[in-house]
């Protein structure tokens, strides 16, 4: 397979970091492709470096050795404002702890990413509310996080993570802080975004969780055990 | 440029969100800069103040006189003799001065009271005048007659009533022809001066009546032979300089000073009073100035500490507008937004405050002030560069976390 053929494609990528004088080594090497459409669980036990390689495909930290193609492009040099306008357009985040701004109202919160790109504001903020329907929070426009349950403040996320309408869903341990009824809801939404077409990758060491994904990624001390 | 504008507008948007989540916060910055924009409000505007006064003292005094004190302001402390003008000197002046067209003695009392039927008021000053009070002050009469010759002559109890006490104990009623007593002595008025209201420093000038110097002299049992001050007009205002230093030679021969005596009076023109008040004005400014620098230096640090703090506290939401697409610049702008959005919020306040301490100021005359667009400008301009400076830094530092390294953060 080529890197032109695949959306996600990354060679020999390490990542080492400085502790002190100790150098640690965390990804020792990745060679992986993830193609367009699919959806990928990435697992493996804590410390295994799934959280660094997810930063690293979300373009939120540079690796130290190793290429990254990215739709075809060659991402692993580009500045940050590049790399601001790739995550931008082509990535939706969901985080662990979902990183809602505290201050802003639901709405507010899903408008933001679009915000920082050029579209008119009318079709954002219309896009938003659409996306909160669809997550059924349609009743919640105006609610701000800490009015939310932790399932409803997810389900705003989400909708936040599709506004710029990406090709990538990033889903870091998206479950990990609810309960396994809330899980199994969010899961649904997730399953759904990836029948629009969308590139699912999602991180878990929870093998349930997991399940939900057309393959697994298995990781483990910073290497790739089965694709 | 279109995209950058909306850019703008939107981090705006952020800015004044940020602010209103954080409105005690905000608060204390907004609290720090105005006060140090109220004193700024102060400065400018009693500083335009002084200037305004100090024009009207010039246009009063005129361009074309020299005011000649008896003895050595320099030397007043130490108890030198100040009745060293005599009428002999302000004869000879008028004798032997080229240039000169006009010597008028000046003899004046201090604290009389004015009597007119059953009302009464208490002036800080009866003045003694040669012919032509109006014509020698510039200052023009509203009704009646100045003094004649003839008046200063014989000693006639004749008087000009300033503005504040025709209104006082004539009312609206005109005061020509009526006598009214000056101590215990009744004058005849003759004329009222027209208001002139320069306030400022020291008693209202419309506080006044005037005698004939003769009168004033004779009745009030003044030193005949010398009197405190004299008012030297001359033909050609360009030579002022030759002509005070003229006139400095000629008093200091009919004085007998010595080469290396000192002067035993002062001549002072408006040139010098100008002098004076620019002095008068850099002291204000350099008092003023320093509290506003220490009240401006201290809202800085204030917002510059408070921004730190926002930024370890803000770590979060910093790391995921950058995961989420915000460029390095978009964040810079937002936390610069914040910060001037603040110094021009504490700025408002601040001369709103300033405005009513120089209200206050003025009330007490202590300071007369002069609010002009010129104190809106500087302090919008003093707040945005609070802002920017000590906004820059903690902006710079917020826009600089990878935002891997602020979403690790909590």
Not at chain 2, 68 to 95: F, K, M, N, P
Not at chain 2, 371 to 396: C, E, N, Q, T
Request: hydrophobic content about 45%.
């Amino acid at each position: 397979m080529s890197g032109a053929e695949a959306l996600i494609r990354l060679e020999r990528m390490t990542k080492t970091y400085l502790q002190g004088e100790l150098t640690v080594e965390v990804l020792k090497g990745i060679d992986l492709q993830i193609a367009a459409g699919e959806f990928v669980a990435l697992q493996g036990p804590s410390g295994s470096g799934k959280s660094t390689l997810m930063h690293l495909l979300g373009l939120l930290d540079r690796p130290s050795a190793g290429r990254y193609w990215l739709q075809g492009e060659d991402v692993a040099g580009l500045d940050d404002d590049r790399l601001s306008e790739l995550r931008n357009r082509l990535i939706g985040f969901l985080f662990q702890t979902f990183y809602l701004v505290p201050y802003l109202t639901a709405l507010e919160n899903v408008v933001l990413p679009g915000l920082y790109s050029p579209g008119s504001a009318r079709h954002l903020r219309h896009r938003a509310e659409e996306l909160l329907v669809q997550v059924g929070l349609g009743d919640r426009l105006h609610f701000k996080p800490t009015q939310l349950s932790g399932g409803q403040q997810q389900r705003v996320a989400l909708a936040r993570a599709l506004v710029n309408d990406p090709q990538v869903l990033l889903a870091d341990e998206p479950t990990g802080q609810l309960d396994s009824a809330t899980s199994a809801e969010i899961m649904e939404l997730i399953a759904g975004i990836h029948r629009q077409g969308r590139t699912v990758v999602l991180v878990t060491h929870d093998a349930p969780t997991a399940a939900c994904a057309e393959r697994s990624i298995f990781l483990q001390d910073g290497r790739v055990v089965h694709a | 440029m279109l995209d950058t504008l909306r850019q703008l507008t939107r981090v705006c948007g952020m800015a004044v969100a940020a602010l209103w989540a954080y409105r005690l916060r905000s608060a204390f910055v907004v609290a720090a800069i105005a006060l140090g924009i109220a004193s700024l409000t102060v400065i400018v505007a009693s500083i335009d103040g002084a200037e305004r006064k100090a024009r009207q003292i010039v246009e009063m005094f005129g361009p074309d006189t020299a005011f000649v004190l008896g003895g050595d302001i320099e030397s007043r402390a130490v108890g030198q003799r100040t009745l060293t003008l005599s009428y002999e000197d302000a004869r000879r002046i008028r004798a032997e001065l080229p240039g000169v067209y006009l010597v008028v003695p000046m003899r004046a009392r201090s604290n009389v009271t004015v009597y007119f039927g059953d009302r009464r008021m208490d002036l800080p000053i009866a003045v003694g005048s040669t012919a032509g009070y109006a014509e020698v002050w510039n200052w023009p009469l509203a009704e009646g007659r100045d003094f004649s010759e003839e008046d200063v002559e014989r000693g006639a109890k004749v008087a000009l009533i300033g503005d504040t006490p025709a209104r006082e104990l004539f009312g609206d009623a005109s005061p020509l022809g009526f006598t009214i007593l000056v101590d215990k002595l009744p004058v005849q008025i003759i004329g009222r001066l027209a208001y002139r209201g320069v306030a400022g420093m020291g008693p209202p000038v419309d506080d006044r009546i005037i005698l004939p110097i003769t009168t004033l002299t004779q009745r009030f049992n003044l030193d005949r032979k010398y009197f405190r001050a004299l008012r030297v007009k001359f033909t050609d205002p360009e030579n002022m300089e030759f002509h005070v230093e003229n006139l400095r030679s000629l008093l200091r021969r009919l004085h007998n000073l010595a080469p290396g005596d000192k002067d035993d009076f002062t001549i002072l023109t408006a040139e010098e009073i100008l002098k004076f008040l620019s002095m008068f004005k850099g002291g204000l400014l350099l008092y003023l100035g320093i509290t506003a620098t220490v009240a401006m230096v201290v809202g800085g640090f204030v917002l510059a500490n408070l921004f730190y703090l926002s930024n370890s506290e803000r770590r979060t939401e910093i790391g995921l507008k950058k995961a989420l697409g915000a460029k390095n610049r978009a964040i810079l702008q937002q936390f610069l937004a914040e910060a001037v959005g603040l110094t021009l919020i504490g700025a408002l306040f601040g001369m709103a405050l300033g405005m009513g301490m120089g209200k206050l100021l003025e009330r007490l005359e202590i300071l007369q002030i002069l609010f002009s667009w010129k104190v809106f400008i500087y302090s919008v301009a003093a707040a945005v560069a609070i802002g920017l400076l000590f906004g820059l830094k903690p902006a710079r530092q917020a826009a600089a976390l990878p935002p891997v390294e602020a979403l690790k953060g909590v």
